[in-house]
């Protein structure tokens, strides 16, 4: 088949559009005598690329940044609570000399029955007018398998505090601490109720 030759009006139209037109790829590299003298403009030159470093298989990577828990321990999150009740009664309580008027055991609860057993708890403790109440959560135990996931000693004991800071409950309670020896130790929350209106 013989090609057509381009009209001079068809071949200025290519032109045209071919000033126009953007390449999708590199450029055909022209010869020398019909380059002409790039202008220079002041691009970095290309970084050097780190060559990579050896290993072995199995070897871990370097480590960086903190360990996994960076948050602080129950002990220390429940001392940094502000203080919301009365600075003295609040002294007889940590020393044990204030006896709690209702108390609830969630020993051997799982986490959803334990949530709402002490919801319904404080509500009742509340609408009686009861000001401190004992809440007993254990100190956990330690679970036997060792999952992929690291899981806190004692879930309800982590879990309460929490609870209780969050609606429905945080509107009716003043102060949560830990219980005095006498009461439960490390294994118990004092809650401090506010006065019904």
């Known amino acids: 088949m013989r090609r057509r030759r381009l009209h001079p009006e068809e071949l200025d139209l290519w032109h045209q559009v071919a000033r126009t037109a953007t390449p999708l790829g590199p450029a055909p590299s022209r010869p020398k005598s019909a380059q002409q003298p790039a ?4 691009t970095p030159p290309p970084k050097a690329q780190q060559p990579l470093m050896p290993f072995a298989l199995g070897q871990g990577g370097p480590r960086s940044g903190p360990a996994h828990d960076v948050l602080p321990g129950l002990t220390d999150r429940m001392a940094a609570m502000p203080l919301n009740m009365d600075r003295k009664a609040f002294g007889k309580l940590k020393r044990g000399k204030l006896a709690p008027e209702a108390r609830i055991d969630l020993h051997g609860m799982t986490v959803d029955r334990a949530h709402g057993a002490l919801q319904g708890f404080i509500f009742r403790a509340h609408g009686q007018g009861k ?3 004992l809440v007993i959560t254990g100190k956990g135990k330690r679970s036997d398998e ?3 996931m690291p899981v806190r000693q ?5 879990n309460v505090p929490h ?3 969050i609606p429905p409950l945080s509107g009716l309670v003043m102060q949560v601490t830990n219980a005095h020896n006498r009461h439960g130790g490390g294994g118990a929350y004092y809650v401090y109720l506010r006065r019904p209106r």
């Open 146 to 148: 060792d999952g992929p």
């Open 154 to 158: 004692g879930v309800l004991r982590h």
């Open 131 to 133: 000001r401190l109440v």
């Open 163 to 165: 609870w209780l800071s």
């Open 39 to 42: 202008a220079r403009t002041a």
